[in-house]
């Protein structure tokens, strides 16, 4: 027995685990979404035990007493494992690795902030260690109201040791530096440095002139578009207080706008502007950009 949730998955592990040990499952799925929430006196009036049946076999978080459920069923009533993925072991056998259980599709770009502050020898320890923990491309952000003159070394440096490396940076000679060294995304653009996209040679990201807007973000696709600049979009994630459910919006309504389109999420808006561990915002927003196909 188990609830709405669930169904799929316990569907598929029984499936495996009737041909493995030779028994013929049958499943009923109650009306109720999370199965972990029934209680054996909610059971009672409502199970269906199939003839032949020889054990019924109800969630393990299930709480109340046995006695009356088993008299209604007929047949013994066990607790089966709190979790479904648990079923092998609950059975005795070895637990198996799911087939595509944790599987993503998701790009990770991480940040290295103020990058024109480390040592060459400093910043590619620190790329790599990101690298390491498993992201995809290493972000080189400068430092606003500073112009780096060493930043096209740099990123030569971490290309050279086979880095996907971009550029983070509204000012020109720096993204020219960056580009002309290998970097192969640029964030980020809007209508007033559109124009030079152009000249860079990769793929940029584009962001609204006024994010609660989307001021010109159209527009600014469009001109890329005529000048065939590969581009992902990013409407900006707003921290908690200034707008940050409204911005979660904004990603919805752009993914429909543009169903084929790469979209980017820069979460370090919020985490870094959150006095809370970050694992959980982490993970929160990953299964927002999973789900939305960011």
């Not at 089966?80 to 079923?87: A, K």
């Not at 259980?101 to 620190?126: K, M, P, W």
């Not at 550029?167 to 002309?180: Q, Y």
């Amino acid at each position: 027995m188990t609830g709405k949730l669930s169904e799929h998955a316990l569907r598929n592990m029984l499936e495996r685990l009737a041909k493995q040990l030779g028994f013929k499952p049958t499943v009923q799925v109650l009306k109720i979404t999370v199965a972990a929430l029934m209680t054996t006196d909610w059971i009672v009036p409502r199970i269906e035990v199939p003839e032949g049946t020889d054990c019924v076999v109800i969630p393990g978080l299930c709480k109340g007493s046995m006695r009356l459920l088993e008299e209604k069923a007929g047949v013994p009533v066990e607790r089966g494992p709190e979790d479904c993925r648990r079923l092998d072991e609950w059975f005795g056998q070895k637990r198996q690795d799911l087939d595509g259980y944790g599987r993503y599709d998701i790009e990770v770009i991480a940040e290295i902030n103020h990058a024109n502050r480390f040592s060459q020898t400093n910043l590619l320890a620190e790329a790599t260690r990101l690298r390491l923990l498993g992201a995809d491309v290493i972000d080189v952000g400068c430092t606003p109201g500073e112009s780096w003159a060493g930043i096209g070394a740099a990123v030569s440096m971490l290309v050279e040791e086979g880095i996907r490396v971009s550029v983070d940076s509204f000012e020109p000679g720096e993204v020219v530096a960056a580009t002309r060294a290998g970097a192969s995304l640029v964030l980020s653009v809007n209508s007033r440095n559109v124009e030079a996209a152009g000249d860079w040679g990769c793929e940029v990201v584009v962001v609204p002139d006024e994010p609660s807007t989307l001021k010109n973000f159209d527009e600014t696709i469009e001109r890329l578009d005529s000048l065939a600049v590969p581009y992902r979009l990013d409407p900006v994630l707003e921290p908690i207080g200034f707008g940050f459910s409204a911005s979660l919006g904004r990603y919805l309504e752009i993914r429909k706008r543009y169903p084929e389109s790469e979209i980017m999420m820069g979460i370090g808006n919020l985490t870094e502007l959150t006095d809370v561990d970050s694992a959980g915002l982490n993970t929160l927003l990953l299964g927002f950009c999973q789900e939305t196909c960011i």
